[in-house]
């Protein structure tokens, strides 16, 4: 029989204490959270995580936590881009089944490392995960936005009728059934290219929370579908993952559900106006938007990789150094959150300006 007397001490170990400021704060991460979800498609996750890290919840918590809120949200947000037709939902769910099988590889992996090297190896894990995707991926679809950018403002070929990434060409000459048709997306291609696709998608949902690093420049780069399907279809691949992780993660008691309601509130929000939002602006700038804040929060996990180093005693560091590098961490997190708020909600009222300028431009003419 278990020992009850030790689950009190275990409970304030893995969640944290909530006061006012700390809730304001979370509400205010799951708003913007949910407008870059809106907006990019990636499930707003490398926002939302890093932020609840960087108050003092443990990793595994702060993953878990975030996957169980990501279902309302992702359904919400699909639901909004479905109607503005930039969701695929054939190849949501297509990807979405081997997406569910890399979440629970990945759950395992976590365990592990919880296991063998505690809450500081949890973290530290999660940190480098961070730090590493965040500045591969980010910065190969900034220097994309970038030639996608210049491309437009020459008068080249505009991005929203961007030709298909020459990976993404190649493969879709390749026969090999099953061949999968998608209307949406405009792109035929083989089960066996998604497969993998789905798979690191779900593996990095469960490893930092954030699948859309895979699944949006996937779809992208390998399949050949745009960056406003790309976004907007991951929101079905993150509403599945979001349902089959939280019920692992649950399961294994690592849901703070405290946290999973507050963001959840202020996500719910965000994820709409995010949504409208991408119809205002072109494709580049939604790659634009999502390189921006990734370099931006990896710069914020780096200087947070220290103090777990520290923990499991493979470097030593004076504690004033430690401090200064945790408020560090905090403020360059902060400076992702309202750098991302403000790109946004630019190109927001940017779009909502110009097209009412428009419209003023036809009636006159009428």
């Not at 909530?18 to 304001?24: N, P, R, S, T, V």
């Not at 975030?66 to 190849?91: I, S, T």
């Not at 993660?249 to 559900?257: N, S």
Request: overall charge positive; glycine content about 12%.
């Amino acid at each position: 029989m278990a020992d009850v007397s030790q689950i009190p001490t275990d409970i304030n170990q893995v969640f944290i204490t909530l006061d006012a400021a700390k809730i304001g704060f979370l509400f205010i991460v799951g708003f913007i959270g949910g407008l870059v979800s809106g907006f990019i498609g990636s499930g707003g996750a490398f926002v939302l995580t890093p932020g609840m890290m960087s108050l003092g919840v443990p990793a595994a918590v702060a993953v878990a936590s975030n996957m169980c809120h990501k279902f309302p949200k992702a359904v919400v947000g699909a639901y909004r881009r479905l109607k503005y037709g930039q969701v695929d939902l054939k190849l949501g769910l297509v990807m979405a089944t081997t997406a569910g099988i890399g979440v629970l590889v990945g759950i395992k992996i976590q365990e592990f490392i919880k296991h063998t090297w505690g809450e500081a190896g949890s973290n530290l894990y999660v940190s480098v995960a961070f730090f590493v995707v965040l500045v591969v991926v980010g910065g190969y679809v900034f220097m994309d936005a970038q030639k996608a950018k210049k491309k437009a403002l020459q008068g080249g070929v505009d991005a929203e009728k961007e030709v298909m990434a020459p990976l993404a060409q190649k493969l879709a000459k390749i026969n090999l059934p099953p061949m999968i048709t998608f209307k949406t997306a405009g792109i035929r291609m083989s089960f066996w290219f998604i497969a993998p696709v789905g798979f690191l998608t779900g593996l990095l949902a469960a490893t930092i929370a954030v699948g859309g690093f895979i699944g949006v420049p996937g779809m992208i780069y390998v399949l050949g579908a745009s960056a406003l399907v790309a976004s907007a279809t991951e929101l079905v691949v993150a509403g599945v993952m979001g349902f089959t992780g939280s019920i692992k993660w649950a399961l294994l008691g690592m849901v703070d559900l405290r946290l999973t309601l507050i963001i959840l509130m202020g996500s719910l929000f965000g994820v709409q106006l995010g949504a409208i939002g991408t119809t205002y602006v072109k494709d580049y700038m939604v790659k634009f938007v999502m390189s921006t804040i990734m370099l931006i929060v990896a710069a914020s996990r780096l200087l947070a990789i220290p103090e777990y180093l520290v923990a499991l005693k493979l470097m030593e560091l004076p504690a004033d150094t430690i401090k200064i590098l945790k408020t560090g961490s905090f403020i360059i997190m902060c400076i992702a959150l309202a750098v991302g708020a403000f790109i946004i909600m630019s190109a927001i009222i940017k779009g909502m300006v110009q097209e009412r300028q428009a419209k003023a431009a036809l009636a006159h003419r009428a």
